[in-house]
Structure formats: structure tokens, C-alpha cells
């Protein structure tokens, strides 16, 4: 039994401060990653350098959850402003991704695991999630907290 409880609640996550998180994971060749949030869309600016750095951007609409594991599927993916990026590629960063916290399944989606982030005292059931300006919105379905 927690020492509190709630039905639901309603939350918003700073892009600011999950942009600081992302670049404490980025992996090589990566050499930059930014987020951006506009309503309805997020999109992923950055670049990767093999021979010359490659300028690349990912656009994701949408955000589904499920406990506290979450999906983002890719909408699309281009490099040098404009160029398509195949989906088959993105195969290629699987094993560069830090296992603990995200995986990739077919087709084009990151699936990231929230557990990580959650104090060891709180549980939590994640509803739903909305990318807006400046961020996401979520929406945490019953669950509790104790003491530490």
C-alpha cells in the first residue's frame, strides 16, 4: 500500500531538459542530436560523420505507451535537407543503442523503456502522450508513491 495514490495525472515534460538528456546518450558516429517539439510533430536534428559530416532529420507524429514502455515510430527520415533516409538503415544504429534503455523493432521504431527514469518508490502506468510546443504532454493512469 503507497503512502499516496492517484487515479490520473497530467504532466508535461520540458524539451529543454530531454534535449540535455539525449546528448548524455548520444553514440558514435553521431555527432550532434537535437529535438525539437512543435504541436503534433517532433522532429530530430542533427548529424553523423563518416567521411563528411551528414546533416540528417527524423520526423515522428505520434508517441503510444503501454505501462511504462514507449513507442516512437519514425514518420520519416532525410539527410542533406531533403534526401530520403531508407528505413533499412536505421537497422544499422540497433547495435549502437544503449540496451538498457532502448531498443529498435521493424518497422522504424524505438521502443524506450521508462523504468530507468522512475524513482524505485513510485509506480506509474503511462496513459497516453501528446507532442506540443515546447514538449510532450503525458498523461500517468493510476499508481502510487511511498516513502523512499
Do not use: H, Y
Given at each position: 500500500?503507497n503512502l499516496?495514490?492517484?487515479?490520473?495525472?497530467?504532466?508535461?515534460?520540458?524539451?529543454?531538459r530531454?534535449?540535455?538528456i539525449?546528448?548524455?546518450f548520444r553514440v558514435d558516429?553521431i555527432?550532434?542530436?537535437?529535438?525539437?517539439?512543435?504541436?503534433?510533430?517532433?522532429r530530430?536534428?542533427?548529424?553523423?560523420?563518416?567521411?563528411?559530416s551528414?546533416?540528417?532529420?527524423?520526423?515522428?507524429a505520434?508517441?503510444?505507451?503501454?505501462?511504462?514502455?514507449?513507442?516512437?515510430?519514425?514518420?520519416?527520415?532525410?539527410?542533406?535537407?531533403?534526401?530520403?533516409?531508407?528505413?533499412?538503415l536505421?537497422?544499422?544504429?540497433?547495435?549502437?543503442l544503449?540496451r538498457?534503455?532502448v531498443?529498435f523493432?521493424?518497422p522504424?521504431?524505438?521502443?524506450i523503456?521508462?523504468?530507468?527514469?522512475?524513482?524505485?518508490?513510485?509506480?506509474?502506468d503511462?496513459?497516453?502522450?501528446w507532442?506540443?510546443?515546447g514538449?510532450?504532454a503525458v498523461?500517468?493512469?493510476r499508481g502510487?508513491?511511498?516513502?523512499?
Amino acid at each position: 500500500m503507497n503512502l499516496i495514490e492517484w487515479d490520473s495525472i497530467d504532466v508535461r515534460v520540458r524539451g529543454e531538459r530531454l534535449n540535455e538528456i539525449v546528448a548524455g546518450f548520444r553514440v558514435d558516429p553521431i555527432e550532434k542530436i537535437t529535438l525539437r517539439f512543435f504541436n503534433g510533430l517532433l522532429r530530430i536534428e542533427g548529424s553523423v560523420k563518416k567521411f563528411i559530416s551528414v546533416p540528417f532529420t527524423v520526423e515522428i507524429a505520434e508517441i503510444t505507451s503501454n505501462g511504462t514502455t514507449v513507442r516512437v515510430p519514425v514518420k520519416s527520415a532525410a539527410a542533406f535537407g531533403g534526401i530520403p533516409i531508407p528505413r533499412f538503415l536505421f537497422t544499422l544504429v540497433k547495435s549502437r543503442l544503449p540496451r538498457d534503455l532502448v531498443t529498435f523493432e521493424e518497422p522504424a521504431t524505438f521502443v524506450i523503456s521508462l523504468d530507468r527514469f522512475l524513482p524505485t518508490f513510485v509506480s506509474a502506468d503511462i496513459q497516453r502522450i501528446w507532442i506540443i510546443d515546447g514538449g510532450l504532454a503525458v498523461t500517468l493512469g493510476r499508481g502510487g508513491a511511498d516513502l523512499p
